[in-house]
């Protein structure tokens, strides 16, 4: 009986049908919501001339990624799970018009960086949850960094926050936006510059870097939209 849930969770059929159900929600959410975006000029100034980039969140405000990034900009491929949940994301990200690229969990991924470093000399950025696909929250992976260093490309950092919102009982404490009052969209050039020949101690110190600025734009985030504290 389990094989067979499964089996139903997983075709087409089903991810499909969630999928545009949650792309619905998504579309509905922004077009209710007054935002204030800032950094995207400048992001989509580099874009548009030429560089790819690589987007870095937290896991935890993956639920507006998917505005976070207009096709029009330029291409891109987002980095999820192969995992089902990670799957589902890639599915929603398709239907905003992003590819996808599944990474595989707790193995070697030498094949998807070499395919990371392919799309970048193509002119296509990523983005991907930098302390995912399992946590711990908020807690950066030295991943964006060894990417950086392979293609050259620069690290963008985005967060989103919003007045009215839910936490989810998932491992990131996901920040559910609710429809109405207003919203935040920051995008920030992170100003590190990663070497192409990195010791180990060189990259956890750019890690962790990392790590602390986009928690400081996270919180810079929810503090325009009224929050004392980071949400999650």
Avoid at 10 to 17: E, F, H, L, N, Q
Avoid at 86 to 108: A, E, H, I, N
């Amino acid at each position: 009986m389990q094989r067979r849930l499964e089996a139903l969770a997983d075709s087409p059929a089903v991810t499909g049908a969630a999928a545009n159900l949650i792309t619905w929600y998504l579309r509905r959410l922004h077009a209710r919501t007054e935002w204030t975006i800032h950094g995207d000029d400048e992001l989509i100034a580099e874009v548009r001339g030429g560089q790819p980039v690589i987007m870095a969140l937290w896991h935890g405000r993956l639920a507006l990624a998917p505005k976070g990034w207009d096709p029009a900009w330029g291409p891109i491929c987002i980095v999820t799970s192969s995992a089902r949940p990670g799957r589902m994301v890639g599915r929603v990200m398709q239907c905003f018009g992003m590819d996808t690229l599944p990474m595989r969990d707790r193995k070697s991924n030498t094949a998807t960086s070499l395919q990371v470093a392919r799309m970048a000399k193509e002119g296509k950025s990523m983005g991907f949850a930098i302390d995912g696909p399992e946590g711990p929250a908020r807690i950066a992976k030295s991943v964006p960094v060894d990417w950086a260093r392979l293609t050259g490309c620069p690290i963008w950092l985005f967060t989103f926050s919003v007045e009215r919102y839910r936490l989810l009982g998932s491992w990131d404490k996901l920040a559910l936006p609710r429809p109405g009052g207003r919203g935040v969209i920051l995008y920030r050039r992170w100003q590190e510059v990663v070497p192409k020949r990195l010791d180990e101690d060189t990259r956890e110190m750019l890690r962790g870097r990392l790590q602390a600025d986009l928690d400081a734009l996270t919180r810079e985030a929810d503090r325009m939209c009224g929050h004392a504290e980071q949400i999650n």
